[in-house]
């Protein structure tokens, strides 16, 4: 996902120049009847991208934005059909979601990388009732301890959830969590 | 993507009270942390330093200014900070800068600190030009 997007920023210049060209052909070959469909598409395809990317050519992104707007509406016609017929097993799975408690794997994890990131020797002692503050971090390693969290489990955490961490428990619990919603959502 | 969130940063008005400032840290840390992977890919770092050390550079970056209390001064390291981030994600510094300024210069103080024996006038002068 991370390197995918970067490998986007990369080719952005490309990008800027192919956009340059492809709106003075449009403009200039817009009146012609004889377009064919393979050009049609790939033409709403660059606008979708522009659509996405760039703040400017108000007007091109005008129309690929009606073209994105057609696909999206088509595409998510299907979407909610799918979606109309699993709806009572993620009702049963989210149900399930709230009694789940962190696994011991979860929990000691969330050891380690509290240990790592205060520097604590290995022989300290961290219960899962342990607080953050009395190992000796302040708010900010609170915070540089979840974003920790969030890079190892590969989860975001929103900032309502992690204002409320500060045991190691309530860390562990609220990655159960996002795992669960994640793996479910998908 | 990290360039695409970071373009529809605007400047926020004064913070009310030390409160909000703090909150508004908090933030801009979790925007800073959340943009390293994407920067670690631009500027070619794996093989210089990691992610959790970059993160442990900006939070050490953040704990010099811990003793301020004038959520006006905080807005504008705030400002500074977010102007900063947005030159590093838009590419707009080479990667020596990064490496000169988030990896090794750590270091550099670092091993400043341990110079006891030398005089004064050494510690001054190999801290600062100007004294």
Redesign the interface.
């Known amino acids: 996902?991370?390197?995918v997007?970067?490998?986007s920023?990369?080719f952005q210049p490309f990008l800027k120049l192919s956009t340059r060209t492809t709106t003075q052909r449009n403009q200039f070959k817009f009146p012609n009847i004889n377009t064919s469909e393979k050009k049609f598409r790939r033409c709403s395809e660059m606008y979708h991208d522009l659509e996405?990317?760039s703040?400017g050519w108000k007007r091109v992104t005008k129309e690929g934005r009606d073209q994105g707007c057609y696909k999206t509406s088509s595409l998510g016609a299907v979407s909610v059909g799918w979606n109309r017929r699993t709806f009572p097993s993620l009702r049963s799975s989210r149900l399930r979601i709230c009694a789940v408690k962190a696994q011991p794997e979860t929990v000691q994890k969330v050891c380690d990388i509290v240990r790592?990131?205060l520097a604590l020797p290995a022989e300290s002692e961290l219960t899962p009732d342990t607080k953050f503050s009395a190992l000796g971090a302040d708010?900010?390693?609170t915070?540089?301890i979840v974003?920790?969290l969030?890079?190892e489990f590969g989860i975001t955490v929103e900032?309502d959830g992690s204002q409320n961490i500060s045991t190691v428990q309530e860390a562990a619990d609220l990655i159960e969590k996002l795992i669960q919603d994640k793996s479910g959502a998908s | 993507?990290?360039?695409?969130a970071l373009?529809n940063v605007k400047v926020l008005p004064n913070s009310a009270n030390m409160e909000e400032a703090?909150h508004r840290?908090?933030?801009f840390?979790?925007t800073a942390?959340?943009s390293l992977?994407?920067v670690m890919?631009?500027y070619n770092l794996y093989d210089v330093v990691s992610?959790?050390e970059l993160?442990?550079s900006v939070?050490s970056q953040?704990?010099k200014n811990?003793h301020v209390t004038d959520p006006k001064v905080i807005d504008m390291l705030l400002f500074k900070g977010m102007e900063e981030l947005k030159n590093v994600v838009d590419?707009s510094k080479q990667r020596h800068h990064i490496i000169g300024q988030y990896v090794v210069g750590q270091q550099v103080q670092d091993s400043a600190t341990k110079d006891q024996g030398t005089s004064t006038f050494l510690k001054n002068f190999y801290n600062t030009n100007y004294f």
């Open positions: 996902m991370a390197s997007s970067a490998t920023l990369r996405g990317r703040n790592k990131q708010s900010l390693d915070v540089e974003m920790g969030e890079e900032e | 993507m990290a360039n695409a373009r703090r840290v908090f933030q840390f979790r942390c959340r992977p994407s890919e631009i992610v959790s993160r442990s939070s953040i704990r811990i590419h």
